[in-house]
Structures are given as C-alpha cells and as structure tokens.
C-alpha cells in the first residue's frame, strides 16, 4: 500500500480460537510477555540485527 512500510496487526490470543493448537492456555499476563518479547525480536530483525535469542 505504501512503499517501505509493512502493516501487521500483533495480538496475545484468544482462547476461544487456539486452544485447539494446545493443551494448556496461558494466563493473560504470561501472553502479554510473550506478545512483548516477539515485538523486540521482530523489531531487531527489522532493523537489521542479527542475534541468537
């Protein structure tokens, strides 16, 4: 849509459509950390770091 721009839309979940994937469903805190550190990592990614995390 506009060039050097990538939209994405993150979210922590929601039980009613993914407990299907998993045994367990974490607590809405533990999925906010998660969320969290996977917007660090992609962030770094996208700034061209490179590390083992």
Known sequence: MYEDRLWVAFGSGQLLNEHVVSNSWP???ERNVRLKEAI???K???TGQEFTY
């Open 40 to 42: 660090y990592i992609i």
């Open 27 to 29: 607590i809405k805190e």
């Open 44 to 46: 770094s990614l996208l």
